[in-house]
C-alpha cells in the first residue's frame, strides 16, 4: 500500500518536500511526482526493494486530500467567526 505522506513545499519549482506523520520528510523531484500535485496534496509513498533494483511508487490520495482540504477550511472558519477573547484587530 504505502506510507502518507503530504506536499510540504516545492522548492524552486524543482524539488518536492514531503512529510509523513511522524515528521520524516523526504525530497524528490517535482518530476517524480503525479502531474496535477501541489502543495498540500497527500501522497502514498511506496518503495519495493529487489536483490537488484528498488521502485519508488508516487500516487495522489484524491479522498484523503479532498479530507484534509476540507478539514482546514472548517478551521478556518471557525477561527474567522471566533468572537471570544478581549482583543480586537
Do not use: C, F, H, K
Not at 517524480?32 to 508516487?58: F, K, Q
Request: proline fraction near 3%.
Amino acid at each position: 500500500m504505502g506510507t502518507p505522506y503530504t506536499i510540504d513545499r516545492i522548492e524552486e519549482g524543482t524539488w518536492a518536500v514531503l512529510e509523513a506523520a511522524d515528521g520524516t520528510l523526504m525530497e524528490v523531484p517535482v518530476g517524480w511526482l503525479p502531474a496535477d500535485a501541489r502543495e498540500g496534496d497527500r501522497l502514498m509513498v511506496a518503495i519495493d526493494t529487489e536483490a537488484d533494483a528498488a521502485t519508488l511508487s508516487i500516487q495522489r490520495d484524491t479522498e484523503a486530500t479532498a479530507e484534509r482540504r476540507d478539514a482546514l477550511q472548517r478551521r478556518r472558519d471557525r477561527l474567522r467567526n471566533d468572537t471570544g477573547g478581549d482583543i480586537t484587530l
